[in-house]
């Protein structure tokens, strides 16, 4: 069976840091390309960051950039997102998943096409 499980989710106050955590089983990352998702309440599903694994190369939205880094050990089969300097509308649930078509707007997108799979998310909850 394969699972997407995230980890790491949890309050802070803005400025702080988190580290999300994204474990596969049922498969492995060396092929794939994986990307963190987060859906603020009220608000459409966005692309967060996603990571290529043929050469490390990394998309990020605007808002996250220059605080938020994508990285992975595939040995661990793992998938992080560092969150630094975090603000209150970074709360949201983050999501992982795996995508079959590596672009901007794949990764950057609401997650309504190219994904093959979902994780279960994990909350995150930012305040001022």
């Known amino acids: 069976e394969v699972q997407l499980v995230e980890s790491g989710g949890g309050s802070v106050q803005a400025g702080g840091s988190l580290r999300l955590t994204c474990v596969a089983s049922g498969f492995t990352f060396d092929d794939s390309i994986v990307g963190w998702f987060r859906q603020a309440p009220g608000k459409e599903r966005e692309g967060v960051s996603c990571i290529n694994p043929s050469d490390d190369s990394t998309y990020s939205a605007n808002s996250v950039k220059g605080r938020f880094t994508i990285s992975s050990d595939r040995a661990k089969n793992a998938v992080f997102l560092q969150m630094n300097n975090m603000k209150p509308e970074d709360t949201a649930i983050y999501y992982c998943?795996?995508?079959?078509?590596?672009?901007?707007?794949?990764?950057?997108?609401?997650?309504?096409?190219?994904?093959?799979?979902w994780g279960k998310g994990t909350p995150v909850t930012v305040s001022s």
């Open positions: 998943a795996t995508i079959n078509y590596y672009a901007e707007h794949v990764c950057l997108g609401n997650g309504a096409y190219g994904i093959d799979y």
